[in-house]
């Protein structure tokens, strides 16, 4: 139940900085044809996984419940996107290129397409 908590708080902090930093990239730069906003916080949680993940995997610098806190939480509740990258690049690093494109794959193609259905249902049911 502990470890619930952790995630759950950490979740919480991640949305709100998600939100936060989002919604100020994309009022500075103004744009309402380009999601900038999104962008800037995949490609942060992306960089910030990469670096806490080093320094997990090297330095020991992480209890399992601050993993938990950390990864799961707050990169978790901030970008979803930064677990998919970080996992693809463990994949490819430990030679499993085929299974780091079928990720690839599979998360964006398939993703596309479950957006795409989940909206067209949506559209069936209450057109």
Same mark, same amino acid.
């Given at each position: 139940?502990?470890?619930?908590?952790?995630?759950?708080?950490?979740?919480?902090? =991640?949305?709100?900085?998600?939100?936060?930093?989002?919604?100020?990239?994309?009022? !500075?730069?103004?744009?309402?044809?380009?999601?900038?906003?999104?962008?800037?916080?995949?490609?942060?949680?992306?960089?910030?996984?990469?670096?806490?993940?080093?320094?997990?995997?090297?330095?020991? !610098?992480?209890?399992?419940?601050?993993?938990?806190?950390?990864?799961?939480?707050?990169? =978790?509740?901030?970008?979803?996107?930064?677990?998919? =990258?970080?996992?693809?690049?463990?994949?490819?690093?430990?030679?499993?290129?085929?299974?780091?494109?079928?990720?690839?794959?599979?998360? !964006? !193609?398939?993703?596309?397409?479950?957006?795409?259905?989940?909206?067209?249902?949506?559209?069936?049911?209450?057109?």
């Amino acid at each position: 139940m502990l470890n619930i908590l952790f995630v759950g708080l950490g979740g919480a902090l =991640g949305s709100i900085g998600r939100y936060l930093i989002s919604g100020w990239v994309q009022t !500075v730069t103004k744009s309402i044809q380009f999601p900038y906003g999104t962008l800037a916080v995949n490609l942060f949680g992306c960089f910030v996984i990469g670096f806490l993940a080093q320094l997990a995997e090297t330095r020991g !610098v992480f209890t399992s419940e601050s993993r938990l806190f950390v990864f799961v939480g707050i990169l =978790g509740g901030f970008t979803t996107f930064s677990s998919f =990258g970080n996992e693809t690049f463990n994949l490819a690093r430990d030679g499993e290129i085929w299974s780091s494109l079928m990720n690839i794959g599979a998360n !964006v !193609v398939i993703g596309l397409f479950a957006v795409w259905l989940g909206r067209t249902l949506a559209y069936l049911i209450w057109k």
